[in-house]
């Protein structure tokens, strides 16, 4: 699984799993999530906040990622499907 965040269409993070999930059919498991941010996308986003009234739309698209064929190279790769957007949106009174 990965997931990407947006902030008023800035990348802000990336969230991976890191060890292999297996899921049973007819089943539930909780799923960790290692989020990386990049501190200096900040300097990209905060004008963004500022011109929309201090206002930021959050859009986080989740996926899900199949590695296949590991131990064969010929047939080895990566599969991704989208399975989730989650939207939200927050605002600041900062200048007043």
């Known amino acids: 699984m990965k997931a990407i965040t947006k902030?008023?269409?800035v990348e802000m993070t990336v969230?991976?799993?890191y060890n292999p999930v297996v899921l049973a059919a007819n089943s539930d498991t909780t799923i960790p999530f290692?989020?990386?941010m990049t501190n200096s996308k900040?300097?990209?986003w905060w004008p963004t906040h500022i011109q929309?009234?201090?206002t930021t739309n959050v859009k986080?698209?989740?996926?899900?990622?199949i590695n296949y064929g590991k131990n064969i190279p010929?047939?080895?790769?990566t599969w991704e499907k989208k399975v989730a957007t989650l939207k939200s949106t927050f605002?600041?009174?900062l200048l007043g």
């Open 7 to 9: 902030m008023n269409g």
């Open 15 to 17: 969230s991976k799993t």
């Open 34 to 36: 290692k989020t990386e």
């Open 42 to 44: 900040l300097v990209e």
């Open 52 to 54: 929309n009234g201090e």
């Open 60 to 65: 986080t698209d989740v996926y899900m990622v």
């Open 74 to 77: 010929a047939v080895s790769g």
């Open 91 to 93: 605002s600041t009174n």
